[in-house]
């Protein structure tokens, strides 16, 4: 079972554009049981100005599910227009993951960035611009928002009944 993602966290950028993964998060990234190695894939997303900060295992199911469900010529396109930009990333010692300059400025990163759950995901905003797009989906969706925003009730049935 893959592990899914939650919740919105703040992260601080040091100087060489490394943030530390926070430590509820990091566990996913992990290669093997008994590795301290631990490695995400960055993805520019294809519908926002954020990254996708994925496993590897989820970045291979991907590549694989794309590969058996498009043609040879999405197939290339797919390979060209997505995959030509990704950037394997090593975790290090501090728990740090190095965002490169070119990934930083598509996203608008200064000192910050914003990791939001996403299922299977994360995806990482610059924070500026994570409040930008808040702000733009509420305005854009204010007549479905509170349709969206319902949660689901999880009451038990009752016996009897």
Same mark, same amino acid.
């Given at each position: 079972?893959?592990?899914?993602?939650?919740?919105?966290?703040?992260?601080?950028?040091?100087?060489?554009?490394?943030?530390?993964?926070?430590?509820?998060?990091?566990?996913?990234?992990?290669?093997?049981?008994?590795?301290?190695?631990?490695?995400?894939?960055?993805?520019?997303?294809?519908?926002?100005?954020?990254?996708?900060?994925?496993?590897?295992? @989820?970045?291979?199911?991907?590549?694989?599910?794309?590969?058996?469900?498009?043609?040879?010529?999405?197939?290339?396109?797919?390979?060209?227009?997505?995959?030509?930009?990704?950037?394997?990333?090593?975790?290090?010692?501090?728990?740090?993951?190095?965002?490169?300059?070119?990934?930083?400025? @598509?996203?608008?990163?200064?000192?910050?960035?914003?990791?939001?759950?996403?299922?299977? @995901?994360?995806?990482?905003?610059?924070?500026?611009?994570?409040?930008?797009?808040?702000?733009?989906l509420e305005e854009?969706?204010?007549?479905?928002?509170?349709?969206?925003?319902?949660?689901?009730?999880?009451?038990?049935?009752?016996?009897?009944?």
């Amino acid at each position: 079972m893959r592990e899914m993602f939650a919740g919105e966290y703040a992260c601080k950028l040091d100087d060489k554009g490394r943030f530390s993964v926070p430590t509820s998060l990091r566990e996913p990234f992990s290669l093997s049981e008994r590795s301290d190695a631990k490695r995400a894939m960055l993805v520019k997303s294809q519908q926002e100005r954020c990254l996708w900060l994925l496993p590897v295992p @989820h970045w291979r199911a991907l590549l694989e599910f794309q590969q058996e469900r498009l043609s040879e010529r999405e197939s290339r396109l797919f390979m060209h227009h997505v995959v030509y930009d990704v950037v394997e990333v090593e975790m290090d010692r501090a728990n740090r993951l190095l965002v490169p300059r070119r990934l930083r400025e @598509h996203i608008g990163a200064n000192d910050n960035v914003v990791l939001v759950g996403m299922y299977d @995901h994360l995806e990482v905003w610059g924070s500026q611009a994570w409040s930008s797009h808040l702000a733009a989906l509420e305005e854009e969706h204010e007549t479905t928002l509170s349709d969206v925003l319902r949660m689901p009730s999880f009451k038990p049935a009752l016996s009897g009944a």
